[in-house]
């Protein structure tokens, strides 16, 4: 699960009522603060004491946190509100110079989602992810990862299918009998998209615990965000790879789909016994010149009427014996 | 059109009428023999423009969209000064291979690109085109891939349709590259060299922007109309719709925009069902394909039709469109586990073809297709294959050719379906 939410780019994180996803987010500041990134957080919609609750004092050193919600509107005209809102945070967050990798938190997406336009939500977000490539040149690519936090359930499909056409990987949150997992689905470019399914906890010290699979004493039953084809297919290397076939990586204890049959509800028979296949393979057919044939043509037997028309005139024939085009001098 | 009127009086050359002609001076007919001079204002002969070829069937001067199978799906390729709209398949991997063939094809027969995108920078879309696969190296792969393909299929002939065991086969294999269509290897680069001397501008709009994001939505056709500035910028200036009488040699213009309706060009057609400028992706069609039918270009277009709301939007973006292709393609849905489609990587629906100078249009028999990406090429099949009785499991196809398949009623209980190659 690292190696695909660790890629630079856009993760979204899609959580729902009953499976949230703010501590899988603070588990992923918290390691990437860990390996030394710095972490830039816009929060918008809970203060910043609890976000910041959880996390010990050498991770919080590293969380430059911009608080949105306490004044959302600049009400306060005070300097520390931000200039020009959310929007002119996520500005602020483009422009910054400084070398190094960099991990932007947005909790949550939906906050902005719906206080400004979808558009230009997208726009900031795409400038966001890729600002490793705009300032003039000449600067080596630096891994930018915005991590994002979405509910999903706050959201008709468009502006959710349009922010995961941007995203190089989603990650919905589900899970059984108090076990939460997450389906992740990793859009490099180049390369098929991949699914993988992983089953993991949060410890009280906001830690991930990543585990092998659902736990043992739940029903395996097909959870409400599984796509029908919920088998995990391994990362692809090879780009515009041909062929797509399920290979290692499978979490899950489920059986494996069984293929479609397309033979199945026929109400034909399509199989043939050996007898009807022998009888099917020795059939000469009509218009086949074959070695029968051929013997019969050179060889002209008695009898060999090749040639003959046999006509029976109808009652409106005219069966004038005299040929029409006798009067004319040709 | 432009192109067109000219195509059509060069197309044949006359006969020997003029030999008799000129004896009794009856008829002004003269013989119009080969000049030695190369290219002159006054003559309506036409100037052969590099990469393209007049259709069989009207005229039309054409060009090639970089897939050869396409090419025969659309009736000879693309019409000069039309629009080809594809529309993208879930995770843009095919669409995007498409596109990308679409430039290729017009940077091996030395056309001028223009390449707009709101998402990635022109200059790298550029950089990871597909190579071009030449005679001889890729020759003996695609032989290998037939006989691959072959060595099951040669013990069971084809019985009842016997006669076309006789037809010459078509080809289907690349060629020289001074052929029509050419075949790209999807995981080789195009040599830098190539597309160094090569002309193109690009279009980014991040970088058209600007600089101030105001969070009140700005005019909606801001994106479009710097882009269809730009567009009209470089066909006037560079002198594809003849404004400026050039004494260079007449070349086309190959517009490709990338994910055209995405929220990344500012529209929010994507986004909710009932906006506000519903109407500017479709202005934006239309002006385009007014300034495609002035001058000398073809246009690709990838379109993220999926992620449209409204439906009726959908369907004026087709009216709108000349030539539309769909792409489903089967990753991550149910069909990947059915076997039936197990040798495709999608299915290809031509939505849309074009009616030019022409009361038809020549609506392929064939609905279902599908395409695969093999290591090297990208075909597109029929995919109604079926299980004949007693030959289950049987593969009619070969790679490569398209093939029509025609079902015969034998009796009304029960149907055989039978492989015929069709030459043209």
Known sequence: MESVVAQAGLVLLRDSVEWEGRSLLKALIKKSALCGERVHILGCEVSEDEFREGFDASVNSRLIYHDVFRDPLNWSQSGEALPGGPLGALQAMCRRTDPGPVTIALDSLSWLLLHLPCPALCQALCALSQQHSCPGGGSPAEPVRVLCLLHEELHGPGPLGALSSLAQAEVILSGTMGQASAHILSRRPQQHPTRQTQWFSILPDLSLDLQGGPPLESQPHPEPHTPPVSKGAGARTRECGGGVRDSSHEQRKHPLDLQVDPTAHMTFNLHLSESERAAKDSLTLPFQFSSEKQQALLRPGPRQATGRIFYEPDAYDDLDQEDPDDDLDV | ?424
């Open chain 2, 1 to 424: 059109m432009a192109a067109a009127a000219d195509c059509g009086t060069g197309a044949g050359s006359t006969g020997s009428i003029g030999a008799a002609a000129c004896k009794n001076n009856v008829t002004s007919f003269q013989r119009k023999g080969p000049r030695a001079s190369g290219t002159d204002s006054g003559c309506s002969r036409l100037v052969s423009i590099a990469g393209t070829r007049p259709s069989v069937r009207n005229g039309q001067l054409l060009v090639s969209t970089g897939l050869p199978a396409l090419d025969q799906l659309l009736g000879g390729g693309l019409a000069v000064g039309t629009v080809l709209l594809i529309e993208e398949d879930k995770y843009n991997t095919y669409s995007s291979l498409l596109f990308k063939f679409f430039l290729a094809e017009g940077i091996i027969n030395g056309h001028t690109l223009l390449v707009a995108s709101a998402k990635e920078d022109p200059a790298d879309i550029l950089q990871e085109l597909p190579a071009p696969l030449l005679d001889d190296n890729c020759k003996k792969d695609f032989d290998e891939d037939v006989c691959n393909h072959k060595t099951p299929d040669s013990n069971i002939k084809m019985k009842i349709a016997w006669r076309y065991q006789l037809l010459p086969k078509m080809e289907s294999g690349p060629v020289s590259s001074s052929r029509f269509g050419h075949y790209y290897d999807a995981s080789k680069r195009m040599p830098q060299e190539l597309i160094e001397e090569s002309k193109w501008h690009g279009f980014f709009f991040p970088e058209k922007l600007s600089s101030t994001l105001t969070t009140e939505p700005r005019s909606l056709t801001g994106g479009y109309r710097k882009l269809l500035q730009f567009i009209q910028n470089v066909i006037y200036e560079e002198g594809f719709d003849g404004s400026n009488p050039q004494k260079k040699q007449k070349n086309i213009l190959r517009i490709g925009i990338q994910n055209l309706g995405s929220p990344l060009w500012g529209d929010d057609i994507c986004c909710t069902e009932n906006c506000d400028n519903s109407h500017s992706l479709t202005k934006f069609l239309y002006v385009l394909r007014g300034l495609l039918r002035t001058s000398l270009s073809a246009c690709i277009i990838t379109m993220p039709t999926h992620l449209i709301q409204n439906k009726a939007v959908i369907s004026r973006v087709t009216n709108l469109s000349d030539t539309v292709v769909g792409l489903e393609s089967f990753t991550g849905s149910g069909r990947e586990t059915n076997p039936l489609y197990k040798d495709y990587h999608g299915l290809i629906h031509i939505r849309q073809i074009p009616r030019l100078n022409n009361l038809i249009y020549d609506v392929s028999d064939v609905k279902d297709l599908a395409f695969k990406l093999k290591r090297k090429l990208f075909t597109i099949e029929c995919i109604t294959k079926l299980t004949s009785y007693g030959t289950q499991g049987q593969k009619y196809l070969l790679p490569g050719h398209l093939q029509r398949k025609f079902a015969i009623n034998k009796n009304r209980y029960f149907r055989t379906l039978h492989n015929l190659n069709k030459t043209y």
